[in-house]
């Protein structure tokens, strides 16, 4: 069982170069989500998309834009990547129709930024 | 800035000891859940919580959500060094997506 997918597992980047982080799921989930973790912060929610064609800011949306491409695929793309965006970045997807569905995540993508 | 706030951050124990993990907010939330996290690893959930004072039991893992529904506490019981790892708290609400926020973590270490 895949669950969530993403690509690439990690990546270096030089300031200012742009580049799109791929996240799949193969479970029927509507709700999608992205976040990064930095250390001591926990998980930061970037951006969210409730269903196909739907998505929301999160807590810390600067920088990034996101695309739900259809019901399984959900992208995060840094248009021109700076340092302070180093960090891991996890997709996850939701199971059920309410707040209290689990979450599950990725194995995450580990970004550099030079 | 974290809208949930866990506390300790940081915690080193010896086996068999008891302890209380913290998560307090502002906010009302519809539902509560908490996530174990591995190194290397994307986060597991462990409970998730909805009314108001209610308590799960996982094994030797305790769960409550506050009466007003703004925090919650994880106990472990004589903790073993496999409960070792990063623990987070998230919570939801019903509105706009069911948008899930995340705690900074509590980072456990049991000693054998």
């Known amino acids: 069982n895949a669950g969530v997918t993403q690509t690439p597992k990690f990546q270096v980047l030089k300031t200012g170069q742009s580049m799109t982080l791929q996240c799949a799921q193969d479970m029927n989930h509507n709700s999608m989500y992205w976040y990064r973790q930095d250390p001591g912060m926990g998980l930061r929610l970037i951006y969210y998309?409730?269903?196909?064609?739907?998505?929301d800011k999160g807590e810390v949306p600067n920088g990034y834009n996101v695309s739900r491409l259809n019901k399984r695929e959900f992208s995060l793309r840094l248009e021109s990547a700076a340092p302070s965006q180093t960090s891991v970045y996890f997709c996850?997807?939701?199971?059920?129709?309410?707040?209290?569905?689990?979450?599950?995540f990725g194995e995450g993508s580990r970004l550099t930024v030079l | 800035t974290q809208l949930l706030e866990q506390s300790p951050q940081f915690l080193s124990i010896q086996e068999g000891e008891n302890l209380t993990v913290y998560c307090n907010s502002s906010s009302v939330f519809s539902s509560l859940q908490w996530y174990r996290q591995e190194p290397g690893e994307g986060p597991v959930l462990l409970v998730t919580v909805v009314t108001g004072g209610e308590v799960k039991k996982l094994k030797r893992l305790t769960f409550q959500f506050g009466d007003a529904r703004k925090d919650s506490s994880l106990h472990i019981t004589a903790a073993q060094p496999g409960d070792t790892g990063l623990y987070l708290c998230a919570g939801s609400k019903n509105t706009g997506g069911f948008k899930t926020i995340f705690g900074a973590g509590t980072r456990l270490f049991v000693k054998a």
């Open positions: 996850a997807s939701r199971r059920g129709g309410a707040s209290t569905g689990e979450l599950f």
């Open positions: 998309s409730a269903s196909e064609g739907t998505t």
